[in-house]
């Protein structure tokens, strides 16, 4: 008798212990997947790599010249009316609510759209966003290496009829990465992160 209460017992602990460690594990699932708004997604494959491009003061710049800093980085083009403003806009507006801590935090924009892009044009855009912000234009075979290194997607939208040459729009996807100061890649902000979840997001890695 004695010695089925005690095993009665231990079942009872041990159905314990497991509930609550599979409470736990669920507990940090939701966790992880727990910031308002839209969250980081750390697991993408390994995006990210060298790249070589000219910035909007005409300066070369590699991937190594950041090495020992964050980068920020946002695929987009100058003539986009309404998704890479905005997201440009975020990325400044999450850096500054991050204060001090977000100097290690270089934002980069990249474009997808050479050919109009060009430096002078790069120059102006980005004064409109951030005092640090770098823009990054290049060769259509840099630009085109760049963007495969980190899975973005981007073509030449169908002209509207009537037109005029070089009058056109760009598809292109609308990730923000934030990659570690050797290089690597930690995480990607969708398109519609709130300013605080991006400040947040970043700061979990700094
Ligand atoms: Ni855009």
Known sequence: MKGKRLKLLLYLVLGLVVGAAAGLVLRFK????????????????????PFSLVDQHGKNVTDADFRGRFMLIYFGYTYCPDVCPTELQDMGLALDALG?????????????????DTVAALAHYAD???????????????????????GVYYA???????????????????????????????AR??????????????LNFL
């Open 189 to 202: 902000f969708p398109h519609g992160t709130s300013t605080d979840a991006l400040a947040e997001g970043i």
């Open 128 to 150: 409109l966003f951030h005092p640090r912000l770098v823009a990054l234009t290049g060769t259509s075979e840099q630009v085109a290496a760049v963007a495969k290194a980190y």
């Open 156 to 186: 030449r939208s169908e002209a509207e009829p009537g037109a005029s040459e070089g009058e056109y729009l760009m598809d292109h996807s609308t990730f923000i990465y934030l990659m570690g100061p050797d290089g690597g890649y930690l």
């Open 100 to 116: 001090a801590a977000g100097d290690s935090v270089q934002p980069v924009f990249v474009t997808i759209d050479p050919e109009r």
């Open 30 to 49: 939701v966790i992880d997947r727990g910031a308002p708004g839209r969250v980081a997604e750390t697991l993408a494959p390994a995006l990210g790599g």
